[in-house]
Each structure stands twice: as structure tokens, then as C-alpha cells.
């Protein structure tokens, strides 16, 4: 890795540090994301996100709970015998069942959770560090005694205690332990303390770290750059944040912006991103946010005179990438806000050329349409309106389903 200063932060401790590779993904969408409220995945939708997942490049699945039972177990066979790109990963708290479970699916890798904070230590399980310490090293052992590699997550470590967190993640590295998942359980990180704070630990002991973000304040794709910037290289996301309670980092989000924020190589297909966003918003009954970020269908929308005539004249006055990009097109809206240029444009679908005089009366009854109907216009108000104002025929025949103009 390559430490440099970044000039944003004054203090002598503010130093992005930069991998020599690309940023490697651990999706928990089959774990994380199916343990939101009310979602449940049939084998057939695990079976095809796992795919979908594989196709794009993720480096980690980590497809499901072992310890869940039977039809978890069959699961994530049947993930396996696909022989995937993607390593497939079992979640398990420190727990020896636990191990033993993930171990009987034939799984290469196993992850092992352990709560961190006194909090959970004291509340939940009624224990104490020494406990999860010795807990902890002797599920490791006995996971690597199968022949299995093992990464480790610290539970709700933005609210332990730093030097504690410190010394168990030096003895797990000793242990062998492959990585270490820092998890904000609750959200309650910021990116600004988070960049400080993260960069100790990975000074303190150095290895693959990998940032587990939840988005209880809408933090968490800002926390999860901030700690790749730390000098984390492992990121746990989930299709479209899908996950408990506010749900996750999404993959989408932290993909574009470690590529167009922070300029680090991305090795995967986000030209998958649309698809693989629907596929899951549909297996979780979820519907999918016209203006979700990176994947919405508004997010490359324009109806406001200004942005219009902005993108007509160059995309990157309104776009930050190419929708192209993340497998998405470009859509000039026409609406309450549309000016001439949004008009002309869609004028010249239907083979018009207009002079200005003409132009504006429909743009009048353009916005009054909008207003009335609450929404932009399809192609059949469009036509509706070139009917009720004195203009050439269209030359062109209108698209036939019902599409914003």
C-alpha cells in the first residue's frame, strides 16, 4: 500500500491510504440482506442471485447461515456445486455447532462473528472480553483444524473499546485468521472520525481489514469510503442496501463512487448493476426507489429546462458517468419544468422542427397537462397536445407504449 497526505484533512494523522489493487467485495446479501424484516428468499431466488453476484465478479458470497438448519444447508450446497467464481462464504457466530455446520455443506470458508462492545458482551450474552477472547480462538482453531479458512467479524465495534479491539485482532492475525470485518452494527460511525480512527487500527495491525456498514443515518456508503480510505480493502456491501433495519452499504453505491470519488481500480461488471437490482428488489418484494441512487429509474431523468439544455449540449454538465455505466439510459422527461429545449427535443422524435413562435403555446399547455397530471408526460398526452395547438403533422409515428416523452 501507498500512504499519501490528504490535503482536505489538516491534521498530521490524516492520511489516505492507497491499495496497490483493486477493492475486493464481500456481499451479504443472501445473510445480511435476507435477514431485513419480512423478506425471505426461495432456494430458486437465492440460487439466482448467487449467480447474478458471480457473473458481476464479487470476490465473496456470503450466502447464508449454516447453522440455520436443513434447508439452509441444502441452499448453500446447491450454491456450491455451481462452482462459482466467487468464494462462497458461511456466517456463523463463534460457536463451535456453528462451525461444525458450516464444515458439513463442504464450505472452504467460514466467517465467525464475535460481539466486541461491552454492550453486547454484557447485555446480550451476559459475558465478559475475556470470554469472547478465549471464545473467539477456540472456534478459530477448530475451524482451521477442519481445513477451513476463517475471517473473523468484531459485532458492534464502533462502540468498543479500541484497544481491546486492537489486541484480540493481533492475536487472531497470529492465529492465521485470513481478515478482519470491522462492523458499525448500528450505524452510529461517521466518516469524518471513522477516517481517524480506522487508519490507527490498520497502522496498529497491519492485513486485509474489511469495513461491515450499516445505514441506520445514511451513513453508510460515505463510512465505507471512509474506511477504504483508512486502508481497509475489503468492503461488505449488499444489492441496493438491502439488509436489517436501514439496511446496508449498497454494492452500486460504493462501487461507483471508489471509481469516480476516490479513482481506485473496480473489477467488477457494473454494467449489471440495473439487472441486478431489479432481480433482487423483486425476491425481496421490496420495490425499487425511482431515485435510488446509481440504479433508480430517475436517477438519469432530466426534465428542467436547464439540466435539458445543459446534457444536450454535453451529458457531463448533469451526469456524473455515463448511465451506460451501470447498465442504465439517458431520458429526457417532459413535465411542469421542461423549457424550449426539452420541447424542441421532443418535437424532433415525432420529425417536427418548430420556430419558437409555435413553441411556446405548447410548452404552456405542457406544463398545465404536468400540473393536472401530477407526473410527467407519456407519448400519448404528448401527441394529445400536438393535436390542440396548430403544428406540422408528425412525420414520425409515436412509440406505442406508454413512455415519458
Known sequence: MMTVRDPRFPSSSATVIQPDAAIKFCDTTLRDGEQAPGVAFTAAEKLAIAAALDAIGVHQIEAGIPAMGVTERDVLREILATDPQAEIVGWCRADRRDVEAAASCGLDV??????????????????????????????????????????????????????????????????????????????????????????????????????????????????????????????????????????NAPIEEVAMALRHLLKLPVDLDTTAFRSLARLVSRAARRPLPAGKAVVGESVFAHESGIHVHGILRHPATYEPFDPAEVGGRRRLAIGKHSGRASVRYALAKYGIDAEDSEIEPLLERVRAAATQHKRGLHSRDFQELLGRVEMPTPRVEAPQREEQV
Open 110 to 247: 467460514a466467517h465467525l462473528t464475535i460481539p466486541v462492545s461491552d454492550l453486547h458482551l454484557k447485555s446480550k450474552l451476559g459475558r465478559d472480553r475475556t470470554w469472547a477472547r478465549q471464545r473467539v480462538r477456540e472456534c478459530v482453531a477448530d475451524a482451521t483444524d477442519r481445513g477451513m479458512r476463517v475471517s473473523v467479524g468484531f459485532e458492534d465495534a464502533s462502540r468498543a473499546d479500541d484497544a481491546f479491539v486492537t489486541d484480540l485482532a493481533g492475536e487472531l492475525r497470529e492465529l492465521g485468521v485470513t481478515r478482519l470485518r470491522w462492523a458499525d452494527t448500528v450505524g452510529l460511525l461517521d466518516p469524518v472520525s471513522a477516517h481517524d480512527r480506522l487508519g490507527r487500527l490498520v497502522r496498529a495491525v497491519p492485513g486485509p481489514w474489511e469495513i461491515h456498514a450499516h445505514d441506520d443515518f445514511g451513513l453508510a456508503t460515505a463510512n465505507t469510503i471512509a474506511a477504504v480510505q483508512a486502508g481497509f480493502t475489503w468492503v461488505s456491501t449488499t444489492v441496493l442496501g438491502l439488509g436489517e433495519r436501514a439496511g
